[in-house]
């Protein structure tokens, strides 16, 4: 990722940040850096070969996804477990998501539900770990299991409460990684199909305790004192 001097122009310029940008993201979601790393501008533009301007714009645009901490005075570091932003984040989920839950319940037509049940069905089918990608879930996991969370949200028929998952979901993307890992012994599988069931059955008191209780264990792990998972 060696900057030229192609890349010195602002399109260039644009194009390495976006690439510096990808690196650090996946790097993070991937747990190459551990939960209060400090991520140092100048070394990872020596490692990339990109100038400490570009990194900055990247390292902001994490900060901004929630994925690192900008510190005053100290540069920027990845999170840490005890950042009181995941279980605030947690909090605006099980408000906001179990009242989405039983509009779509009460909302969704037959396509609504044919996407719930297709989208668990991918979920089922897709392996959520694979020795080239890391520790951490899969990106074809990943993506499998946000749509399935999403599709049950999408019979709401609201776009502002859409976007608000959305946001409030890459926001406690990084927490749900490493929630998996301090709880092995989480049924994963098993709590989706039963979100699956509950809501197709159109049983809307019992998807959303569902759903909330799903949400404050991915949140609750990350208080408790059980070490990560190798």
């Known amino acids: 990722m060696t900057q030229t001097a192609h890349g010195s122009s602002p399109a260039g310029k644009r194009m390495l940040s976006e690439q510096v940008h990808a690196h650090l993201r996946d790097a993070i979601m991937r747990g190459d850096h551990a939960p209060g790393d400090p991520l140092k501008p100048q070394d990872i533009a020596r490692e990339l070969g990109v100038s400490l301007a ?3 714009e990247a390292l902001v645009r994490v900060v901004g996804e929630g994925l690192a901490d900008r510190l005053p005075n100290r540069g920027f570091a990845v999170p840490a477990f005890s950042d009181r932003r995941w279980q605030e984040v947690a909090e605006a989920r099980r408000t906001i998501e179990p009242v989405m839950l039983r509009m779509s319940i009460e909302r969704g037509d037959l396509d609504w539900e044919a996407r719930v049940r297709a989208a668990h069905h991918r979920l089922v089918r897709t392996a959520p770990y694979a020795p080239e990608e890391g520790v951490n879930y899969t990106e074809a996991w990943a993506e499998a299991h946000r749509l399935f969370h ?6 709401c028929g609201n776009p ?10 890459t926001a406690s993307e990084l927490a749900r990684r490493w929630s998996a890992h301090r709880r092995p012994d989480r049924d994963g599988e098993a709590e989706h199909r039963r979100l699956e069931e509950t ?5 809307a008191d019992t998807a959303a305790e569902v759903l909330t209780r799903h949400l404050t264990m991915t949140a609750a792990a990350l208080t408790e004192d059980t070490p990560p998972s190798p």
């Open 54 to 56: 570009v990194v900055r």
């Open 150 to 155: 999403r599709a049950l949200l999408e019979g």
């Open 160 to 169: 502002v409460l859409l976007e608000t998952f959305d946001r409030l979901w």
């Open 199 to 203: 809501a197709l059955a159109r049983d």
